[in-house]
């Protein structure tokens, strides 16, 4: 189990921006929690705070399990390694081993469909190209929990079904995931929960 404690300066001025405010909850292993809300509402930052790449000023956050973070496009990718090399980089910064990264290596490949620029450097692929590998690799490493941040921007139609499908055998598995995505229609059909946020706070709770 971790704690992010909060920074020793944990006091802001009256004017200050809070991102977040008296966000509260606690996920079960095994559900499925969405964060549903307008852009600036705060989502992505609760995700970030989650996942240890912010520090919350005030209170703590408790994770009990292993995080999979799918928060920016190709964040931990090196852009002058070729989509492969980035495969074993980000897979052991999601804290896979090597040899578990080579026994699913051709898998992620698979899923991302990028067989023919897998050998290209990551600096020219697409942004799509980008979410694809980094969708792959998140959701091929056996983690606890999986951090995911619009999955709807993953690609075209047939690869956001193929997507969906793979969040659902998760689910089906009984895998913890927060998600974020606009699409509200999409959120209900797959999350147990859902937090309503606005303005750093929460408006609505559906449990």
Known sequence: MSCLRPRSDNQLAAD???ALQDVDFSLPCGQVLGFYGPNGAGKS?????????TYPTRGNVMVNGRIAPLIEIGAGFHPDLTGRENIFMNGTILGMKISEIKDKEDAIISFSELNDFIDMPVKRF?????LRLAFAIAIH???DIYLIDEILAVGDED????CLSKISAM???G??????THNK???????DRIIYIKHGKITGDTQ
Do not use: H, N, P
Not at 45 to 53: A, F, H
Not at 185 to 191: F, K, P, T, V
């Open 171 to 173: 689910k089906s598995r």
């Open 175 to 180: 895998k913890t995931m927060v998600i974020i």
């Open 159 to 162: 690869f956001q079904k193929k």
């Open 185 to 191: 229609q999409l959120m209900e059909s797959i999350a």
């Open 141 to 143: 490493c056996d983690t």
């Open 126 to 130: 697409s942004s799509g190209m980008y």
């Open 45 to 53: 930052t609760i995700l970030k705070v989650i996942s240890g790449v």
């Open 16 to 18: 200050d921006f809070w």
